[in-house]
């Protein structure tokens, strides 16, 4: 199941890295914070396999030495600086840069020496069995671990908990501020991951401590673990990523109604519309069914209303009630002939019509 | 239509760079009736006849007549930016493509509004009625298109609570994760 998870992660990790891929190719104005990003991105997506504990053994097998651990580790500090990086760089006041770059200077100096002293730790006692695998490596001889291996899991956990809570910090804030509704939500949905981040980099730390105070918790660090990595790591790239599906899904349902909603004035415009002139008007209603490219249906639907109006006109130019320009609305336009079109199921259509006018 | 379409395409773009572009079609005429040097009348009217608008063309003014009664502000609006189309795509040049019947009417409009005035002086009036011809349907494509242009234009044109700092952030994140 956990590997489920993670297996689906990578997935996640892998789409988002391609859409991240495809946006630095289209934007042409500042391109460094989304190349900053895109380098965090890949480094997720690298990570998030040697969670996998099949993958890890498999790889520390091939290196014969516990190659995961450092290489893990490397790569998430890697994950959490350039994300920290990126939303430093997009959400502070271009003119201050210079604080940025301090900002980002300062981070890096920390980052590399967690790493160097994990690392420097690490080699101490390289094929120690807390480091063989990870935490997998651990359920071979359950109990407290040794004082080293549990000090560079805190020293480069802390280092990580450090670049997710300043990038959680700016996620919550700009998802309160951002005005627009795919943005806005997909910050939220980012946050959520990011608070989840952090819950991982609690339970990491608060383990070593319980075991080294010889307190075992009564699960398994490594499940848990898995489970807080696919847990974060969905809802950060599923949210980073909104802003590009969310109005894609978005327009997609919009294309479906306009659809629907033209199929269903098809029969009234063929009754209103037999003595006006059309423009590019379907050949057959299969014609009209057949129109299809979701690009399309927003042109489409509008057509349909406008040639409505001009048959409306066209047959029954004594048509009363005064509208004026303001509020145009397509939605309401259309809500209104569907009531017509509605209407027309069970009475003539002159009489719907009387009955109506003036009501727009 | 690919060239009718490029035609249409590059006329908006003008109105686009240049800033005529807004969602209040009135707004767009004061802005065009600026920029041509000569007043340029929108007149609702309850018309009788064969046409939902047109555009009366005079020596010193343009009127636009639509249809005020009987259908929707969109479909006013559309009928409006019909007639903004023959005024603004290259080559819609004839000088009448109304009935008779029809030009009667729109006259006696006219006169109601501008006493004592010649037919003489109209120099141009084209309907929207039918879309028989290139010209009536590239006006056509161009009030769908531009209606369509202003329909994107409005979510972002209204009122933001934001300064202009944290609207300059949001707008460059929204780039950044699009």
């Keep these: 199941m956990l590997t489920v998870a993670l297996v689906a992660t990578v997935v996640v990790a892998a789409v988002a890295l391609m859409l991240r891929l495809r ?51 490397v790569i998430a500090c890697a994950g959490g600086f ?5 939303f430093w760089l997009a ?50 001889s359950p109990g407290p671990v040794h004082p080293l291996a549990a000090l560079s899991y805190l020293v480069i956990v802390s280092y990580f908990a450090y670049t997710i809570a300043s990038f959680t910090s700016a996620s919550w804030r700009w998802a309160a501020k951002a005005d627009l509704p795919w943005l806005r939500r997909g910050l939220r949905i980012h946050t959520v991951g990011c608070v989840l981040g952090l819950v991982f980099c609690v339970h990491v730390a608060g383990y070593q401590l319980a075991e080294a105070v010889g307190i075992t918790p ?75 490219r979701p690009g399309q249906q927003h042109a489409l639907v509008y057509r349909r209303v406008i040639e409505l109006w001009d048959g409306l006109l066209a047959l029954h130019p004594t048509m009363s009630g005064e509208v004026g320009l303001d509020g145009p609305d397509l939605a309401e336009d259309i809500d209104w002939w569907l009531g017509i079109a509605r209407a027309v199921r069970s009475r003539p259509l002159d009489d719907v019509l009387a009955a109506y006018q003036g009501q727009l | 239509m690919g060239r009718r379409r490029a035609t249409v395409d590059h006329v908006l773009g003008e109105l686009r760079r240049r800033d005529f572009l807004h969602p ?86 006219l006169n109601a509004l501008v006493p004592n005035l010649s037919p003489a002086v109209l120099s141009r009036i084209l309907g929207r009625g039918g879309f028989t011809d290139d010209q009536e349907v590239e006006a056509e494509v161009f009030a769908g298109a531009a209606v369509r242009v202003l329909g994107e234009l409005a979510p972002t044109s209204g009122h933001r609570n934001l300064t202009a700092a944290e609207a300059q952030i949001v707008d460059a994140l929204a780039r950044e994760l699009c």
């Design chain 1, 91 to 140: 959400t502070t006041d271009p003119l201050q840069r210079t604080k940025v770059a301090a900002l980002v200077r300062r981070s890096a100096v920390i980052g590399v020496s967690a790493l160097a002293v994990g690392l420097i730790l690490f080699a101490t006692r390289p094929r120690d069995v807390d480091f063989l695998s990870g935490p997998a490596g651990r359920m071979a």
């Design chain 1, 23 to 73: 946006m630095l190719v289209r934007v042409t104005v500042d391109r460094r914070p989304g190349h900053v990003l895109a380098l965090g991105f890949t480094a997720w997506f690298l990570a998030v396999p040697l969670e996998i504990e099949s993958f890890a053994v498999g790889v520390d097998n091939w290196a014969g030495w516990a190659l995961t651990w450092p290489l893990l580790h």
């Design chain 1, 218 to 292: 009564p699960w398994v660090e490594l499940e848990a673990d898995g489970a807080l990595v696919a847990l974060s790591l969905l809802p950060a790239f599923v949210g980073v990523t909104a802003p590009v599906w969310g109005p894609c899904i978005e327009g997609f349902a919009r294309a479906a109604r306009h659809y629907r909603h033209r199929r269903r004035l098809y029969p009234l415009w063929r009754q209103l519309t037999g003595s006006t002139v059309t423009l590019d008007p379907p050949r057959s209603e299969w014609h009209d069914r057949l129109r299809l």
């Design chain 2, 24 to 109: 209040d079609v009135r707004v767009v005429c004061q802005r065009l009736s600026q920029d041509r040097g000569r007043p340029l009348h929108l007149i609702p009217l309850p018309l009788r006849t064969s046409i939902s608008g047109a555009w009366l063309g005079m020596p010193d003014a343009d009127h636009i007549v639509y249809q005020s009664v009987g259908s929707s502000a969109l479909h006013q609006i559309h009928v409006i930016w019909h007639e903004i189309g023959h005024m603004l795509l290259p080559g819609h040049a004839r000088t009448c493509d109304v009935d008779p019947a029809t030009r009667d009417v729109l006259m006696k409009v």
């Design chain 1, 82 to 86: 350039f994300t920290q990086t990126f």
